[in-house]
């Protein structure tokens, strides 16, 4: 498990790479079985890096390995042989698949060029630490399956599936039977380890594994001309890289482009919360630490929660698709959201008109002007922006929720 790299990742403390190089060297020699070294691509992928950069970064950390290997003394195929990746994977199954794929594809040139005999990679899957959620956490089994499954079909030699409370706190009994049975059940029942390469010859597949191999290529020689992983890392420049990566994925979970079930849509507010004991401190000083549903589960841990009336127009056909998506949006941030007619509306600051935009048009302007005589302060209107209605804030699809959420929570009371 030595990887002087993934720690100078996680922690910012200079790798010795010459140091652990000696001390696999020594252990080689008498322990020809041994395996001793991880490249372990998780840090990069949970600061927020694309799967291209997680890919790129692992090959990276892998040709800095052989170099400081073979110069203590091993030659190049025993190098190799030392080195175990170490992979996320998320429930987006086809790109889990294609990146263990590719990362075989990428590390058969590797060796290829290096003169090794073996282009074999060991790949040690692990379930995406980045994907799990504290809020409806029994959504997480679903995610791990699926992730598991992804790995199994992309030929994973090893598999992790973490318990479905693995955000929340320290496993139980339970959760950790039922992780281990995931995987057992996958294999027993599903029969994954039985077929070599089920996803091969698939189109969508073998054109996904292409592309994202090219693009962890282009990662990975990006990294060489800066002078390798360790001087990246040291730089700050890698750091940046997928910094400016998180940014462009954390718009996407903003706008529920990409949507986070139980989280950022269809939250429940009546869940219970799982309870369990908190978690050891993990290192810090190196790249961050990012899960997507952050954002969203910040607004439910606030105490106090604020509650927007939905003021419905028109019959129950007419206005519900839009009461329900203002609905979702709202309890994303949990808030809370009764609903009713205009004439029912009391005791709230914030109000949230619902209706088709036949009834807009109708009846908008003036039921904002009873509402605010009758005490709003705030008036949302779910629907596309549309600056003939005197609204503070409009809720419509691809809108920025966490912005919207963050408007309401201030001015709501």
């Given at each position: 498990g030595i990887d002087p790299i993934g720690l100078a990742a996680r922690t910012g403390v200079e790798p010795d790479l010459a140091g652990a190089?000696?001390?696999?060297?020594?252990?080689?020699?008498?322990?020809?079985?041994?395996?001793?070294?991880?490249?372990?691509?998780?840090?990069?992928?949970?600061?927020?890096?694309?799967?291209?950069?997680?890919?790129?970064c692992a090959v990276a950390a892998g040709v800095a390995y052989l170099r400081a290997l073979t110069d203590a003394g091993l030659d190049v195929d025993a190098a190799a042989g030392q080195l175990e990746f170490r992979y996320a994977?998320?429930?987006?199954?086809?790109?889990?698949?294609?990146?263990?794929?590719?990362?075989?594809?990428?590390?058969?040139?590797?060796?290829?060029?290096?003169?090794?005999?073996?282009a074999a990679q060991r790949q040690h899957?692990?379930?995406?630490?980045?994907?799990?959620?504290?809020?409806?956490?029994?959504?997480?089994?679903?995610?791990?399956?699926?992730?598991?499954?992804?790995?199994?079909?992309?030929?994973?030699?090893?598999?992790?599936?973490?318990?479905?409370?693995?955000?929340?706190?320290?496993?139980?009994?339970?959760?950790?039977?039922?992780?281990?049975?995931?995987?057992?059940i996958l294999l027993e029942e599903s029969r994954l380890a039985v077929v070599i390469d089920p996803a091969g010859g698939s189109w969508y597949v073998e054109s996904l594994t292409d592309a994202l191999a090219h693009k962890a290529w282009a990662v990975f020689t990006e990294l060489e001309r800066a002078g390798g992983i360790v001087a990246a890392l040291a730089s700050g420049e890698l750091a940046e890289r997928l910094a400016g990566t998180w940014?462009?994925?954390?718009?996407?979970?903003?706008?529920?482009?990409?949507?986070?079930?139980?989280?950022?849509?269809?939250?429940?507010?009546?869940?219970?919360?799982?309870?369990?004991?908190?978690?050891?401190?993990?290192?810090?000083?190196?790249?961050?630490?990012?899960?997507?549903?952050?954002?969203?589960?910040?607004f439910r841990d606030r105490t106090h929660a604020p509650t927007v009336f939905l003021a419905t127009l028109g019959p129950v056909a007419a206005h519900s698709a839009r009461a329900g998506f203002a609905a979702n949006l709202l309890q994303a941030g949990g808030i809370d959201t009764p609903t009713g007619s205009p004439d029912a509306f009391t005791g709230t600051s914030v109000v949230c008109l619902c209706g088709t935009?036949?009834?807009?048009?109708?009846?908008?302007?003036?039921?904002?002007?009873r509402l605010k005589q009758a005490g709003a302060t705030t008036v949302l209107l779910a629907g596309p922006p549309n600056d003939a209605y005197p609204v503070d804030l409009f809720l419509y699809r691809g809108c920025d929720v966490l912005a919207a959420l963050s408007t309401v929570w201030e001015v709501a009371r």
């Open positions: 190089a000696a001390l696999v060297a020594r252990y080689a020699a008498g322990y020809p079985g041994l395996r001793c070294v991880v490249v372990d691509a998780l840090p990069y992928h949970q600061a927020g890096g694309s799967d291209a950069e997680e890919l790129g994977v998320t429930a987006d199954q086809f790109l889990g698949i294609a990146k263990l794929r590719a990362a075989r594809r990428l590390w058969a040139r590797v060796t290829e060029v290096s003169g090794a005999r073996s899957a692990v379930t995406s630490p980045a994907m799990m959620t504290r809020r409806d956490p029994w959504v997480n089994l679903l995610r791990t399956t699926v992730a598991c499954f992804a790995a199994g079909i992309g030929g994973a030699d090893a598999v992790t599936v973490a318990p479905f409370d693995a955000a929340i706190g320290l496993p139980t009994a339970f959760t950790r039977r039922i992780a281990r049975n995931t995987q057992s940014a462009r994925r954390s718009a996407n979970l903003a706008t529920r482009v990409d949507a986070i079930t139980g989280v950022s849509e269809y939250p429940n507010l009546a869940e219970t919360p799982v309870i369990r004991e908190p978690l050891p401190d993990e290192p810090r000083g190196g790249l961050p630490r990012v899960r997507y549903a952050a954002a969203y589960e910040e935009d036949t009834a807009y048009a109708a009846e908008a302007t003036e039921v904002i002007t």
